[in-house]
């Protein structure tokens, strides 16, 4: 088997540049149910390949003139698939590593305001979304999802300095790198007084305003996801929701608590969802920490006037019983591995660990 390989970063330049190409997804069904490459194509024919059944592709057709990248878990059933399409006369490359490179691959997208530059930093695959906020020469980064390097780079772009960083919640789908973004920049850690971690940081008091810039942050506790959930008011006009608040659904108050615990949270939610829905008239933005499907490189916020989520999300008309109680209803599959991870952001050190083996799948955080 001589079939070349693309790098994760290579394809997300590929992304970025518009550059005309099929991605094809050759996981089970159930696996590119969990995640995917916006855009990709699926052709459910895994079993067959492990089998090594090389008439796979003998009824598909593609343009020859285009380039394809094959898709598997790791990146190995992907090159056999390649090899076949090679042999066929296709231009085709596998993606190394597979699904669980692409974890990391990311894009963004930006707003302009006459005080505030907001650059939203998306995980593609994952639906993470992360924010570097610049006002004047100084900068916030919120919800630190990738390398240290990324937020740094983006900085520097636009002529900013790193002065806070902070996260909206422990995070329980994927290692927050806010630690590590504070000891590459010798910015200051901000968190919520009652945060309930093992690491020094910066404790906010709930309405806590913080100037960065020209602009102004305020601190407003929002519990019920989790117990520290917080959400960030920048200048009256954007609420970085975390956990909180989405655009099609609000957080989940079930994980790391039992039946009775999780009712409790829901009760708290439905609390802290009233204090954000009288804010600023209903005109806000909000932007939040996920979203519940892969995102495309089309340069889209990914956010939404609260008044039109009050007004489409049908949870947020409900009053405090039946809110309880159709939120506790639609709690969706627990995700894997959130113990381990919020242990780990709990604790600010996963040394030794490899993030890539814990955070693989799409987020479940939402309900909707």
Known sequence: MNTQEITATELQKMFENGKEMVVLDIRPQEQREEWQIAGSI???VYDRLIAGDKT???NTKFDRETPIVTVCAGGKTSLIAADILNTKGYNVLSLQGGMKAWNYAWNTAEIKHTEVTIVQVRRVAK????????????????DASLEPSVYMELAQKNGWTIKYVMDTHVHADYISRTIELAKATGATHLFTENAGVSYA???????????????NLTAIFTPGHTPESISYLINNDYLLTGDTLFTNGVGRPDLKADYEQGL?????LFISLGKILVLSDNDLLILPAHT?????FDGKIIGDKLSNLSAKIELLQLEKEAFIAQTMKRIPPTPPNYIQIATLNKSGNYEGINPADLEAGANRCAVS
């Open 292 to 296: 519940s499907s892969s995102i495309a």
């Open 127 to 142: 639906g993470c979304i992360s924010y570097i906020i610049g006002s004047d020469k100084e900068a916030i980064v919120v």
């Open 56 to 58: 796979v592709f003998d």
């Open 264 to 268: 409790q949270k829901a009760e708290q």
């Open 42 to 44: 699926h052709n459910n």
């Open 201 to 215: 940081f910066v404790p906010l008091n709930d309405r806590e305003i913080v100037p960065f810039g020209s602009a």
